[in-house]
Structures are given as C-alpha cells and as structure tokens.
Nanobody, 116 residues
C-alpha cells in the first residue's frame, strides 16, 4: 500500500523556521521525483519545490527561493522541506507528491500557519 505521510507543520511566528518531512512507503522511493506543493485557503495548489532522482536536482518557486530547501534521504524514504524566514503568506496546507514514469501519489497534507 502506497503511503506518503507528511509531518512537521505547526503554528509559528514570522521569521521562524519549520522542517517538514514526508515519509514514503509502498513504492520504490529512490526512482521517484519528489515535490512539495501548498494550498492556501481560496487559492489553487501551487508547486513550492521539487527534487529529482537520482541526480537530486532541485527547483523552487520564486516566492520561496533562498528561504526553503528541499532534500531527500533515499535510505530513509523521506523527503524534507526546510523552511526558514517564514512569512504570513507561507500559510497553507503543504503536500508532498511522488511522481514516477507511470504513477503519482499525494500525501494528506500538513498545516503550516505563520502569524504574529
């Protein structure tokens, strides 16, 4: 059974940091590209960051460049999103996604709220 389980969300103040994790199981994690998306209330889901496999090439949305870092640990079947200098506009539900040549999978999401 395929599972993507996000964790690490929470309530923080502007300028603080959070580290999201997405633990994968049920598929060959190491060959899948991994993505973090987010969806704020009333807005469409948007791509935040991606990391390919096996090269580990990363790409970021302009809004998070220089503040967020995506990484993966293939030994642990986990992808991370380190979020620094958080802003109120980063408030959203964050989802991880696995995408292979034939199949794609989504996690259930974790809430991140940035407010003073």
């Amino acid at each position: 059974q395929v599972q993507l389980v996000e964790s690490g969300g929470g309530l923080v103040q502007p300028g603080e940091s959070l580290r999201l994790s997405c633990a994968a199981s049920g598929f060959t994690f190491s060959v899948y590209a991994m993505y973090w998306y987010r969806q704020a209330p009333g807005k469409e889901r948007e791509l935040v960051a991606e990391i390919t496999s096996p090269s580990g090439t990363t790409n970021y949305a302009d809004s998070v460049k220089g503040r967020f870092t995506i990484s993966r640990d293939n030994a642990k079947n986990t992808v991370y999103l380190q979020m620094n200098s958080l802003k109120p506009e980063d408030t959203a539900v964050y989802f991880c996604k696995a995408e292979g040549q034939r199949y794609g999978y989504w996690g259930q999401g974790t809430q991140v709220t940035v407010t003073s």
